[in-house]
Nanobody, 121 residues
């Protein structure tokens, strides 16, 4: 499974940005997918995840502002970023784990993309 993120760029605080993660194919079912980010001088942190049933979980820092969803027909995972803040500036990565009904941000993920940079000013 190859994951390729896109949609990053520069955005003003309070604006919006939509990231996408294109998968060469969906991981073997059941599967979970997640978004992580790593800001300058910071550790990687979980942002949003969607489990095999479609249930979503968000980090407290983005809850109410970010939304993740997936399009199974297009093998694409989305991250809609509304009202971004400067502290959201980071490299954003998508990750996927096959054969998994549920994952948390602390669990391991087998497949990772190379990331897309988001800069909020």
């Amino acid at each position: 499974v190859q994951l390729v993120e896109s949609g990053g760029g520069s955005v003003q605080a309070g604006g919006s940005l939509k990231l996408s993660c294109a998968a060469s194919r969906w991981p073997s079912r059941p599967y979970c997918m997640a978004w992580f980010r790593q800001g300058p001088g910071k550790e990687r942190e979980g942002v949003a995840l969607i489990d095999s049933a479609g249930t979503t979980t968000y980090a407290d820092s983005v809850k109410g502002r970010f939304t993740t969803s997936r399009d199974n027909t297009k093998n694409t995972l989305w991250l809609q970023m509304n009202s971004p803040k400067p502290e959201d500036t980071a490299m954003y990565y998508c990750a996927a784990e096959p054969y998994s009904w549920y994952r948390s941000f602390k669990d391991e993920y087998t497949y990772w993309g190379r990331g897309t940079q988001v800069t909020v000013s």
